[in-house]
């Protein structure tokens, strides 16, 4: 755990059983995950899960990233590990995607893990708006991409990770001018008009 989790943070739990269920509440609090770049560090993790029967709820849990809060909300019913519905869902404002020496990439979240359907993968909905941004664009990162791979090919990135890798995408990624770029070749603004398709194993990026 020390691989995704800083040793900071307290845990707290009022739990009971009833009914031949969970009862109560869990709560995890002042928590950090590990550097991650380009994303950065999540910190002031807060997640309080209130159970009732199969129901777990989000209450009050948010984390900050680079400096802007990241709110969770939602709840999901769980039979077991295989058998478990959710809609989850992820808001943000003018946070920090990514922050590098190439690029400094903003954007408004509202998010949503979903599944109704326990026969079928979760489905990560929602809307990217990007905002507020600077891209150092170098041409020769553009030259030989490999299309077979997903991560040196848009969106950049995937995620082989059993059994997320297999969850569905279906987010609207946009922006009207929405970032700077400066390059030896190219100086000017960009909007994006594209959707983010496929699973988080093989992503897809389409649109303008």
């Given at each position: 755990?020390?691989?995704?989790?800083?040793?900071?943070?307290?845990?707290?739990?009022?739990?009971?059983?009833?009914?031949?269920?969970?009862?109560?509440?869990?709560?995890?609090?002042?928590?950090?995950?590990?550097?991650?770049?380009?994303?950065?560090?999540?910190?002031?993790?807060?997640?309080?899960?209130?159970?009732?029967?199969?129901?777990?709820?989000?209450?009050?849990?948010?984390?900050?990233?680079?400096?802007?809060?990241?709110?969770?909300?939602?709840?999901?019913?769980?039979?077991?590990?295989?058998?478990?519905?959710?809609?989850?869902?992820?808001?943000?404002?003018?946070?920090?995607?990514v922050r590098s020496t190439d690029a400094m990439l903003r954007a408004d979240l509202d998010l949503a893990l979903?599944?109704?359907?326990?026969?079928?993968?979760?489905?990560?909905?929602?809307?990217?708006?990007?905002?507020?941004?600077?891209?150092?664009?170098?041409?020769?990162?553009?030259?030989?991409?490999?299309?077979?791979?997903?991560?040196?090919?848009?969106?950049?990135?995937?995620?082989?990770?059993?059994?997320?890798?297999?969850?569905?995408?279906?987010?609207?990624?946009r922006g009207n001018r929405f970032a700077r770029v400066l390059s030896p070749a190219f100086r000017g603004t960009?909007?994006?008009?594209?959707?983010?398709?496929?699973?988080?194993?093989?992503?897809?990026?389409?649109?303008?």
């Amino acid at each position: 755990w020390r691989e995704f989790l800083q040793p900071v943070g307290t845990l707290g739990a009022d739990l009971r059983i009833e009914q031949g269920g969970w009862r109560g509440w869990v709560e995890v609090a002042e928590a950090a995950m590990q550097p991650r770049e380009p994303l950065g560090t999540l910190r002031d993790i807060t997640v309080r899960l209130a159970l009732d029967g199969q129901t777990v709820r989000f209450e009050r849990s948010g984390a900050m990233l680079n400096g802007q809060p990241i709110a969770i909300s939602g709840g999901l019913t769980v039979a077991d590990l295989e058998s478990w519905t959710a809609e989850v869902r992820v808001a943000a404002t003018n946070l920090t995607l990514v922050r590098s020496t190439d690029a400094m990439l903003r954007a408004d979240l509202d998010l949503a893990l979903v599944r109704t359907n326990t026969e079928a993968p979760p489905r990560i909905d929602g809307v990217v708006t990007l905002r507020n941004s600077v891209v150092m664009l170098d041409v020769r990162n553009f030259v030989g991409v490999n299309l077979e791979r997903p991560d040196p090919r848009p969106p950049y990135f995937s995620v082989d990770a059993d059994p997320v890798g297999d969850w569905n995408l279906n987010v609207a990624v946009r922006g009207n001018r929405f970032a700077r770029v400066l390059s030896p070749a190219f100086r000017g603004t960009v909007s994006a008009e594209t959707r983010l398709l496929g699973t988080l194993r093989h992503p897809r990026l389409l649109g303008e």
